[in-house]
């Protein structure tokens, strides 16, 4: 009688929690406005199609041809900054379904009211973990949570789908040919991954039956690989990345054009060293997570979950050796193509993976200790969901007056230049420029911050 009432506690809490953050989430995205490229975007959305965009992208610019596809496609819809709210909604609900298909079929939690929250409570928390959280409101740059949402969907319908086998096969060669041609410091990880579970799978059937049985019966897994491989190449051979290497006196270029042994080591190591501070800054959101998958874990105790019955600390080990084999392997292909690791937007996938991470080894350990320190759990459990409220409920209060000020800011400015260019003005015009917050630089205030420009003509 007394779980049930913890559970009862507990559950609501988490949908208060996950109903809270889902708000804080919207109230940014409901002030958002367009962001420096998008002002680009939008103009040249309108003199070519986004197959035409992602062409001339593809030869004048980047390589990344299926990420200016879909953003060509997202600005021909949301190219006006009053209706960016209603593409944050869709943002979020894809992350929402695909996280919950995972604790549907892969953490197999039983209560559907668990099962929602815990999936909407995980994907706000992360969401906000990323290294800046304007990555997911700055509509040119979508496609950084499109590949991760594309690369999370690609993996459920390879390996845990139930779905018909025709439906799983073009879910993958869709969401593989996206991530072909994402981004050149991700797609190559997602290729790795999937190219050493294939050559594990082939040779462990091999050995059962003949190569062309084991084959045929993972020729989806090659096709993703081959697809992923190609467009990789197509990515990195574009004409247009020698362009963007050039822009700004040659800054783009690391030690693939000149490589030295001893300067790649160097900075390797500091590049990674660096990478690891900005992960542990972020410790609060971690720390915060993992009682929920303590809960999870115990939730599951019973269930014949099979990543579960690893012996304790050999799982957790070997999860620990992979999430930080996956963060070198990441940072260290950046410094070989760039010098140094790239903008920290597009290193959001790592918040991803180390979730992934926390999933495993707090869902494990609840399950363990699930019989002899259930009530530490539930108490656990209780503290985070009340925090996470606090916390949502916090940022909304701090934060709403000031993403309120600058939306109207923005929204004057753009009014302003709107109405001189009608007007067939061709003087130099400044526009004053925005009074930041103080406590800009303590929060998540990135959505403001690339935002702000002085308007010179």
């Not at 994907?123 to 290294?131: E, L, Q, R």
């Not at 799982?315 to 292909?333: C, N, P, R």
Request: aromatic share 16%.
């Amino acid at each position: 009688m007394k779980e049930i009432v913890w559970n009862r506690v507990i559950k609501a809490l988490l949908v208060v929690a996950a109903v809270c953050t889902t708000a804080y989430l919207l109230m940014l995205g409901w002030f958002n406005t367009l962001s420096l490229d998008d002002y680009g975007f939008v103009v040249n959305m309108t003199r070519y199609t986004p197959w035409k965009w992602a062409v001339l992208q593809y030869v004048a610019w980047s390589g990344r041809f299926s990420n200016y596809f879909i953003s060509g496609c997202m600005f021909k819809i949301w190219n006006n900054s009053d209706i960016l709210f209603s593409w944050t909604i869709i943002l979020l609900l894809i992350g929402y379904s695909i996280t919950y298909l995972y604790m549907r079929d892969v953490l197999k939690v039983k209560e559907v009211v668990n099962r929602c929250a815990i999936a909407v409570l995980i994907s706000n928390i992360t969401i906000m973990s990323v290294f800046e959280i304007s990555t997911f409101y700055w509509l040119c740059c979508a496609g950084y949570f499109l590949e991760i949402y594309a690369t999370l969907l690609l993996f459920y319908v390879l390996f845990m789908s139930k779905w018909k086998g025709w439906v799983n096969a073009i879910i993958a060669i869709v969401s593989a040919i996206y991530i072909s041609g994402s981004a050149e410091n991700y797609t190559p990880l997602v290729l790795m991954i999937l190219g050493v579970i294939w050559l594990v799978v082939l040779i462990r059937d091999t050995k059962q039956s003949s190569f062309k049985e084991a084959f045929g019966k993972h020729w989806l897994l090659f096709t993703i690989c081959a697809i992923l491989g190609i467009g990789f190449i197509a990515m990195v051979a574009a004409p247009g990345n020698k362009v963007r290497m050039a822009y700004g006196d040659g800054e783009m270029t690391g030690s693939m054009y000149d490589f030295n042994l001893a300067t790649f080591a160097k900075n390797t190591i500091n590049a990674n060293v660096i990478f690891m501070l900005r992960v542990i800054s972020r410790s609060l959101y971690w720390i915060g997570v993992l009682p929920i998958f303590l809960y999870v874990g115990k939730l599951l105790k019973g269930n014949k979950v099979e990543m579960l019955q690893m012996k304790l600390w050999k799982g957790i080990v070997l999860a620990t050796l992979l999430l930080l084999g996956f963060i070198f392997i990441a940072v260290t292909s950046c410094v070989y193509g760039f010098g140094w690791y790239p903008p920290l937007r597009s290193m959001s996938f790592v918040s991803y993976a180390i979730m992934v991470y926390l999933a495993y080894a707090g869902c494990i350990i609840g399950y363990k200790i699930a019989d002899k320190k259930g009530q530490i759990v539930n108490g656990l459990a209780v503290i985070c969901a009340v925090c996470w409220i606090a916390f949502a409920g916090y940022r909304m209060g701090t934060e709403y007056p000031e993403v309120k000020r600058y939306h109207d800011y923005v929204t004057k400015r753009d009014d302003i230049i709107q109405r001189l260019v009608t007007e067939g003005n061709t003087e130099t015009y400044y526009v004053e420029c925005f009074e930041w917050p103080k406590w800009r630089r303590i929060h998540t205030y990135e959505l403001l911050s690339i935002n702000v420009w002085v308007q010179r003509k």
